[in-house]
């Protein structure tokens, strides 16, 4: 039975993944590392510190871990404010009628929790989550499932009682790790990801709704 509804955020509650990789490819050219957008789609659901320690591994860079973050993240929160970023076309619908079901509704992200705040207060959504949680605040980030167990368990709910709502290769095998079922949105802007893991692909949020969830449930 359906009893909780966990979005990631980056690419399904709003479509920041444009943002992040300008703002990747800027920090990687300070860095005299010229890539393309190909090179960062292989990070799409990854934390910051579980991507920069493989880039910095790969190019040697003298940076810290946590000065590349830093610098990284200040890009992107100005970058935030200063667009006329909106939630993605049928989110905000989804969400009412989740709500109106009475069903707890996380968010599970691999962004900081600051990214996170500030991307919820810019789509005025708060009121619709009972909890949200980063990647960066359990053990393993994507495509473990630590965040979703997690989310899963602030919103006292078992795992096999969930549903995922995921953009990424990583987020998917994460959710099916985690024993939850899970739609995966083709999101053309987060790349080319591999979504096969998950039980329903969507091209469009409105593709989906609270009857076709509950199904998913019905059908195992």
């Not at 393309?36 to 659901?45: A, I, P, T, W």
């Not at 920069?52 to 040697?60: G, L, N, V």
């Not at 979703?148 to 987020?171: A, H, M, Q």
Request: glycine fraction near 4%; aromatic fraction near 8%; include cysteine.
């Amino acid at each position: 039975m359906l009893k909780a509804v966990i979005f990631d955020m980056d690419g399904v509650l709003i479509d920041s993944e444009p943002l992040h990789f300008e703002v990747d490819l800027m920090v990687l050219r300070m860095l005299n590392i010229n890539k393309s957008e190909h090179y960062l789609e292989r990070f799409v659901g990854y934390t910051n510190p579980a991507m920069w320690k493989i880039i910095k591994s790969e190019y040697s860079i003298e940076k810290s871990i946590e000065e590349l973050i830093d610098l990284q993240l200040t890009t992107k929160l100005k970058f935030l404010a200063e667009s006329n970023y909106q939630a993605i076309n049928g989110i905000k619908e989804l969400l009412v009628e989740i709500k109106n079901n009475n069903i707890p509704i996380g968010i599970a992200s691999s962004s900081p929790r600051i990214f996170i705040e500030a991307v919820i207060k810019k789509l005025e959504i708060s009121d619709y989550f009972d909890n949200w949680i980063s990647g960066e605040e359990v053990e393993k980030s994507k495509p473990e499932p630590d965040v979703f167990l997690k989310s899963s368990e602030l919103l006292k709910v078992n795992p096999s009682e969930c549903i995922i709502i995921e953009d990424s290769r990583s987020g998917t095998i994460a959710a099916k790790s985690a024993g939850m079922k899970c739609i995966g949105f083709r999101n053309v802007n987060s790349g080319n990801q591999d979504l096969s893991k998950a039980d329903v692909i969507i091209d469009k949020i409105s593709d989906i709704n609270f009857s076709r969830m509950k199904a998913l449930f019905e059908e195992s």
